[in-house]
């Protein structure tokens, strides 16, 4: 990829460093330049620091040094207010889907819209919310069920439409396969890449420890190491890299899956 | 033995100014987050919906349990003072002592350990699960301030409702009461009522009631400061829960005696009888 304006890039991490007791870094100084309409995978060994990034990029971490700009705006000085208007922008599939368990399916879907599009009426927030459930492939009868009464990977599909419910312009899924049976994985796989395809423009970011997929779906590529960049780029630019760890990470992570 | 007996000395001075540190830290930081939630309790949007959810979970849904202890609160404290009265023949003042008491002190201080234990307990969990669950951080990423979502509904709920349970807690005691001095031990109904007319006034019940609103802002508070701040899964969630309720219960009590002082300073200054 040959990018060089900053507006070609959705996320940009400049020397940004992290440390919550003063001593330790858990960032040590991250450089990163994600592409627009990207689907990016971030990978990495267990507590190099990737969970750490992804909070800096949704604004739940401020740096302790360096700067996060997302969508060209530079979020590591925004303040309280204007950083939760401007998380509007993302959405976001967590590891458990965190849907609010007191809410039906649908109501969960509708929430960011009420909170958010209140000029929209009742009827239309409903009507949004379908659509983004027929988008996910969930089935209408689940509609009204608590979370509780569906399985995981409905679910994760629950979650996906109410991260989709607001048309965010950044996409990201924090682990969403970890824990689940291969099958349920692959569905959620193929559920990202045709929520990806079927909204160019869209910059959807992965953080994942299941590689085959990272490598098998992903466009872009980051891997993390002791708080540091170890390598970006395409997946080919991972299969010809001749740096030692990574070769490992890859050929072992691969093989194990 | 002399070296034995300063170290323990040492150990006891460190763990004790470690504890009184820890102390004074926790109370900084509830009270960093009552402010941060205060601010908040009447920003838009406004969340009717929640406040009312939350109130039928406060209000109504401690009806039950505040009608039935009330009254046997009231029976239980009338037989003891109409046993203590009985031996100085002054049994006809059983009424407005018991009501004094019930609606200057226990009222509010029962309702607010009652409340504190069922709803401020319930906060507490509910809260600690949103937090390990990661639907607070659902609701970050969403744009929606957790503080304002979570906590200033139900903080609004329990000062709106405290009152509301305490006045209720008063009449069911005070009907215990009655029932006890008029049915089982014989005083005139007559004389019970017009004793309590003569004494209580209308100041003595609020004074109950604004304690009561000031018990049920504090128990919100440290309920959904513990919640809010849970770490550590479902261990986490047992812990912010138990210490939540502990902290809230022994502050109401604590608070009491405060509050009974300002309100007697209250009354010297402006020169009401007390």
Known sequence: MSLKNTGDYAVMLENVQKTFDGKEFVLKGIDLKIPKGSLTS??????????????????LFKPTSGKVTVLGTD????????????????????????????????????????????????????????????????????????????????????????????????LIYDEPTTGLDPILT?????????????????????????????????????????????????????????????RRFVDKGIKHQ | MIEKVADTLDRFIFYFINGFRGFIKEVGLIAIFAWQSTKLLFAKPYRYGEILKHMEFIGNQSIGIIALTSVFTGLAISFQIYLGFKLVNATDLVGP???LGISRELGPVLTGLIVSARAG?????????????????????????????LIAPRLIAAVICMPLLTALFDFMAMVGSWFLCTKLVGLDHAVFMQKIRETIEMRHINEGLIKAA??????????????????????????????????????????DYYLMNIIRIFYVLTGMSQ
């Open chain 1, 42 to 59: 971030i990978i990495g060994f267990s507590g190099t620091g990737k969970s750490v990034m992804l909070k800096h990029m949704l604004g």
């Open chain 1, 75 to 170: 979020i590591s000085t925004l303040d309280e207010n204007a950083l939760t208007k401007f998380r509007c922008n993302y959405g976001v599939l967590f590891q458990s889907a965190a849907l609010f368990d007191d809410m039906t399916v649908l109501e969960n879907v509708c929430f960011p819209l009420e909170e958010h599009r209140r000029e929209l009426s009742k009827e239309q927030v409903i009507q949004i919310a379908l659509q983004k459930l027929k988008m996910v492939g969930l089935d209408p009868k689940h509609n009204e069920k608590l979370p509780s009464q569906i399985s995981g990977g409905m679910q994760k599909r629950t979650g996906l439409a109410r991260a989709l419910a607001l048309d965010p312009e950044i």
């Open chain 1, 186 to 246: 692959e569905m959620v796989d193929n559920l990202i890449v045709e929520t990806h395809q079927a909204r160019p423009g869209t910059t959807s970011i992965m953080v994942s420890h299941n590689l085959q997929a990272a490598f098998r779906i992903a466009d872009f590529v980051v891997m993390l190491d002791s708080g540091k960049v170890l390598l970006a780029g395409t997946p080919e630019d991972f299969y010809k890299t001749d740096i030692e760890l990574v």
């Open chain 2, 97 to 99: 002592t018991v009501a």
């Open chain 2, 121 to 149: 307990g319930a906060m507490a969990a509910r809260l600690g699960t949103m937090r390990v669950n990661e639907q607070m951080d659902a609701l970050d990423v969403m744009g929606v301030n957790t503080k304002q979502y």
């Open chain 2, 214 to 255: 000031i018990f049920g802002f504090m128990f919100a508070v440290i309920c959904t400061y513990k919640g809010f701040n849970t770490t550590g899964g479902a261990k986490g969630v047992g812990e912010a829960t138990n210490r939540g309720v502990v902290i809230s219960m022994v502050s109401i009590i604590i608070l």
